[in-house]
């Protein structure tokens, strides 16, 4: 069974600095997807940034990317220039590529805050 | 579009009641998922659903029923309510295919005393 950990249950930042969140994951499998997702005090989970097992290139969205190292199975999120509005908390997901069984295995989640 | 919308926001129920939340997505997604979030922790699946007339178990079943007579309507039910399904209720949907993130509601936060 696939597992997603993150080690990180709490951080904190001043804003405009870069900060990153670590997510490790555990599969037999070779092609899956990878997520990061943000939720704000809101509760509404937002998509963040997604990765292809297959694409060696590291994803970006704008302020975020991700370090992507299928070998150490590690998928970590850099978040840089970070805004208040970054305070969230941020999960780390996994779902394997295709089939019926596709459900997505979040981690426990690392709370950012980010300090004016 | 709507997207994914949860009915109702908040409950407070009784150690015994039952109760439905309601999910309904409007983009014609085949794949629904209800999740529960305990306070400080992640999400976990309850039951998942790939289409009208299919679902299945997730990781934590026990204490909840669902259907999916539709593609728009995924309601998960509880019955004899009890304070361990205290917790927030998320339902989720994605299209049909391989690699789509998921789509989440905007929860439900249930306190049973």
């Known amino acids: 069974a696939q597992t997603v950990t993150q080690s990180q249950p709490e951080m904190s930042v001043q804003e405009a600095e870069t900060v990153t969140l670590s997510c490790t994951y555990d599969?037999?499998?070779?092609?899956?997807?990878l997520f990061w997702y943000k939720q704000p005090p809101s509760r509404q989970m937002i998509l963040v940034i997604r990765q292809e097992a297959y694409k060696q290139q590291n994803a970006t969205e704008n302020r975020f990317s991700v370090n992507f190292q299928k070998a150490a199975k590690s998928f970590s999120l850099k978040i840089s220039d970070s805004q208040l509005g970054d305070t969230a908390m941020y999960f780390c997901a996994f779902m394997k590529h295709g089939g019926r069984d596709d459900k997505i295995i979040f981690g426990k989640g690392t709370r950012l805050h980010i300090l004016p | 579009n709507a997207g994914v919308t949860q009915t109702p926001k908040f409950r407070i129920l009784k150690i015994g009641q039952s109760m439905t939340l309601q999910c309904t997505q409007d983009m014609n997604h085949n794949y629904m998922y209800w999740y529960r979030q305990d306070p400080g922790m992640g999400l976990k699946l309850i039951y998942y659903s790939v289409g009208a007339g299919i679902t299945d178990k997730g990781e934590v079943p026990n204490g909840y029923n669902v259907s999916r007579s539709t593609t728009e309507d995924f309601p998960l039910r509880l019955e004899l309510a009890a304070p361990s399904q205290t917790s927030v209720y998320f339902c989720?949907?994605?299209?049909?295919?391989?690699?789509?993130?998921?789509?989440f509601g905007p929860g439900t936060r249930l306190t049973v005393t």
């Open positions: 599969t037999s499998e070779n092609n899956y997807y």
């Open positions: 989720a949907s994605r299209p049909g295919g391989v690699g789509y993130e998921q789509y």
